[in-house]
């Protein structure tokens, strides 16, 4: 035997007649707080701000990863470590 029971009703409804707790007033918060973190990311992408961020390393990163560089290639030619 087979049963077929079609219930037309709202989520709202659902939830209510199952008992489970009405979350919508916290989903609504979590969408705020999203959007909100969403568009001070973009406001990171922006061209200008990507460029403050890169610059900030300067000179000075550079310089290291030439360091880097050199010491990990001297290393491969089997070249003392430095101290």
Same mark, same amino acid.
């Given at each position: 035997m087979k049963i077929t029971v079609e219930i037309d009703c709202s989520p709202v409804e659902a939830r209510t007649f199952l008992g489970l707790p009405d979350v919508s007033e916290l989903n609504a918060r979590l969408v705020e707080e999203m959007q909100a973190r969403m568009s001070a990311n973009m406001a990171m992408l922006s061209p200008d701000e990507l460029m403050k961020n890169w610059m900030a390393f #300067? /000179? #000075? /990163? !550079?310089? !290291?990863?030439?360091k880097l560089m050199t010491q990990a290639a001297g290393m491969g030619m089997g070249a003392p470590r430095p101290k």
């Open positions: #300067g /000179a #000075g /990163a !550079q310089e !290291q990863f030439s």
